[in-house]
């Protein structure tokens, strides 16, 4: 065990974000996101939502702020709803830890998985809300 570290993290997880360099990127997919099929490196937290893993995560890991938006969001397609409510939860996370460089952009959903594809790691969760997917790029600890 280890001082300070959130339990949601598994070993797996926390090796990987201590490997990631700056500009890297890791992937939080929800339960719909296809993970296996485009992860480099994956990461089970099935039994959790996308929202307490974003929050233990951006409690290691600092955002890039070279970048206009270091978080990026999966672009809602047009005939579904309005912008899903789970979004705000990640904008509340978000501004708690980066308050200052919490700029989320979106990607329309097909480039955003081929986005996917290049990410360091991707995380299966299992997170029930759509359009639940984001992308965080690493920076630097200053």
Not at 55 to 72: E, F, G, N
Not at 76 to 102: F, G, L, M, T
Not at 130 to 138: D, E, F, H, M, Q
Request: net charge negative.
């Amino acid at each position: 065990m280890l001082k300070n570290i959130p339990s949601i993290i598994p070993p797996d997880l926390l090796k990987i974000l201590m490997e990631m360099g700056h500009g890297n990127e890791i992937v939080i997919g929800d339960g719909n996101f296809p993970a296996a099929a485009y992860a480099q490196r994956l990461v089970r937290c099935d039994g959790h939502g996308v929202p307490q893993v974003l929050d233990a995560i951006l409690k290691l890991m600092p955002l890039d702020t070279y970048v206009d938006a270091p978080l990026t969001l999966m672009q809602v397609v047009e005939q579904d709803s309005p912008e899903p409510e789970i979004w705000s939860e990640y904008r509340k996370i978000a501004e708690k830890y980066e308050p200052d460089n919490c700029k989320f952009e979106q990607m329309e959903r097909y480039a955003f998985y081929e986005r996917a594809k290049e990410a360091y790691a991707v995380i299966a969760t299992g997170e029930s809300a759509i359009y639940a997917n984001i992308i965080l790029k690493k920076g630097v600890v200053k």
